[in-house]
């Protein structure tokens, strides 16, 4: 069987996490047979130098044996608005002409949107930088939720661990699930995950704003999220008229009251789900929800998961 040439891209200042898994999952070490050629290139080779201080990479080729991979993947690159070099990217498009199938790991993304790989593509970046990203390349179609996107061979996947998804993902297509499941075994890792990256992404909902009146509001709406509170109630309780709320409220937090209290409940519910056993029937009352087929949908809708599959991937044992 020929070898698939893969090609990985160095660079000063990396991740080790982001290097250590396409070198192991496309090496024979997990896998037990030699089906990947893996070749570390960087711009000048030599000994590259870990953020944290490890100097462990060694590439061995400069930009040109890009041109030649099968495979090649930008597993990091150092956050930043600067162009990458000239070379890699004229490099990546030879490639990607040859037939190559181009990855961008994490923030990998970036170099393949600069390279103009990404244009009328769908795509995938860390959720931290998906602003920076989208400024950046307004014609790429950013997918603010998958784990990994693949779109006529150019793949990109979400932050750090989702390398692997991704990685598992590319050897599935060449090999199978069988070979696949093997490896993710050994590697002691799902060999697909369920739901997106919305279940791990940070949204804190507004508690504090410069309108003293809408704070006040916000304290009640805290204390009294299990019960039902209607617009015109509490545009009564602020003594305001519901239009006047409703600019006020949109104007002090960036979310209108509706979607604030939906927020809130489903953040107060994903504690409830953290912290015991307590039933979603119950869970989903307790933070005002109407019923608890409303709460899943929201749930679902909001984090891409159910409150159950929450529950067993984040809940304290």
């Known amino acids: 069987m020929k070898l698939i040439n893969v090609a990985i891209i160095a660079v000063e200042g990396f991740i080790p996490f982001h290097y250590s898994v396409p070198c192991i999952l496309f090496s024979d070490m997990v896998a037990g047979k030699k089906r990947f050629n893996v070749t570390m ?13 490890f100097t462990l990479l060694n ?4 930009f040109s044996a890009v041109r030649e991979a099968d495979i090649v993947i930008v597993p990091y690159w150092p956050p930043s608005t600067e162009v990458p070099p000239q070379a890699l990217l004229d490099a990546l498009v030879k490639a990607r002409d040859n037939g190559a199938e181009i990855v961008g790991l994490c923030l990998g993304s970036f170099v393949l949107g600069h390279a ?8 995938v970046t860390h959720w931290e930088f998906e602003r920076q990203f989208q400024a950046l390349f307004p014609e790429v179609q950013l997918d603010i939720n998958a784990l990994y ?3 006529d061979r150019i793949i990109t996947s979400a932050g750090t661990a989702a390398a692997l998804d991704c990685c598992l993902y590319i050897i599935r297509q060449r090999f199978g699930s069988v070979v696949a499941n093997q490896i993710a075994r050994r590697m002691v890792v799902s060999p697909h995950r369920e739901g997106g990256q919305a279940q791990y992404i940070e949204q804190p909902v507004p508690g504090d704003t410069r309108d003293a009146r809408i704070n006040g509001l916000i304290d009640y709406l805290q204390q009294h999220i299990h019960e039902p509170l209607t617009l015109d109630a509490l545009a009564e309780k602020v003594s ?13 937090t960036g979310m209108s009251v509706a979607d604030w209290l939906t927020a809130e409940r489903l953040r107060r519910s994903q504690i409830l789900l953290e912290a015991g056993n307590v039933s979603i029937e119950r869970i989903a009352e307790k933070v005002g929800f109407l019923s608890a087929v409303t709460y899943r949908q929201q749930f679902k809708k909001r984090f891409g998961v159910s409150p159950a599959q929450w529950r067993k991937t984040f809940r304290d044992p």
Not at 240 to 252: D, E, G, N, P, V
């Open 149 to 151: 996107v693949d779109d």
């Open 41 to 53: 290139c960087a711009e000048k080779p030599g000994i590259y130098t870990a953020h944290d201080g």
């Open 59 to 62: 590439a061995t080729h400069d």
């Open 240 to 252: 305001m008229s519901r239009r006047s709320l409703t600019r006020h409220f949109m104007k002090a």
């Open 116 to 123: 103009g790989l990404l244009k009328g593509k769908r795509a």
